[in-house]
């Protein structure tokens, strides 16, 4: 009954267990696992993953903090693996500037070339944004962009769900929903229109309540569907099959 649309299963916290972690999935009730992309290499690790276990199904591109160390030109190399026929969509991409704007414009940059990609290509968009809200609006307004736009990891921004409801956007919830002081969260959780809200886990990061603090894994995307359940008042199976539904319409699977 439920799909993971946003993890890293290709990163090293898995290295040990990675098998392991799928079976579980498996075993919870899992229908898919949507493995993105942060960079060129972890998102043909992706594409790989996918070619081994059905259940997963990769997104490519490259994650605004790694483009320090790249020539725009690489994003070709993203275009290219998104033409692999497992490929279900373009990202994480976006603007992140909780460390800082050094980079301000070459992000920019990478952020605008993924869009393009995703128009051409047809594939729905998945958007991370830190401390940049105004800065991806903005470059959103300008952009010819795909049907399918998502923000993951969405953090409570109001501003930001007003504006995703009035473009018909998606916003994903992780773990965070489930924390003590996360009750702005959890407010536009109860609100935002159910037929454009799906679950991640971010995993290995943002284990949810009563995993804090350990390392995260799809399994566990359960969790954030049983609160956004509980917080819009409805049965669990209600809410969950509504979220499986939205999740695949948005990846095509």
């Not at 497992?86 to 952020?111: A, C, M, P, S, W």
């Not at 047809?122 to 830190?130: A, F, G, K, S």
């Not at 109001?158 to 473009?167: N, P």
């Not at 956007?169 to 229109?193: C, H, L, N, Q």
């Amino acid at each position: 009954m439920y799909i993971d649309t946003h993890c890293h299963l290709d990163f090293p916290e898995f290295d040990a267990d990675r098998e392991e972690v799928i079976e579980r999935s498996i075993r919870e009730g899992l229908d898919g696992i949507i493995n993105i992309g942060t960079g060129i290499e972890s998102s043909k690790r992706g594409i790989e993953l996918s070619e081994r276990y059905n259940l997963v199904h990769p997104v490519v591109g490259i994650h605004p903090a790694n483009v320090n160390d790249l020539s725009l030109s690489d994003v070709k190399r993203i275009e290219e693996l998104a033409g692999d026929e497992k490929v279900v969509g373009i990202g994480e991409i976006g603007l992140d500037f909780h460390y800082g704007r050094e980079y301000e414009e070459k992000q920019k940059d990478f952020f605008r070339a993924h869009i393009e990609i995703a128009v051409r290509l047809r594939l729905p968009l998945i958007i991370h944004q830190r401390e940049s809200r105004d800065e991806v609006i903005e470059i959103l307004e300008k952009s010819v962009l795909p049907e399918k736009v998502v923000f993951h990891c969405f953090g409570g921004d109001r501003v930001l769900a007003d504006y995703c409801r009035r473009k018909g956007f998606y916003i994903s919830f992780t773990g965070i929903v489930t924390f003590k002081k996360a009750d702005d969260v959890r407010m536009i959780a109860g609100e935002f229109p159910l037929d454009r809200i799906m679950a991640e886990t971010d995993a290995p990061y943002l284990a949810p309540v009563p995993f804090r603090g350990k390392r995260n894994d799809p399994s566990k995307v359960r969790y954030v569907v049983e609160t956004i359940a509980s917080v819009r008042g409805m049965e669990l199976q209600d809410c969950a099959r509504q979220i499986l539904h939205n999740s695949r319409r948005f990846f095509n699977i």
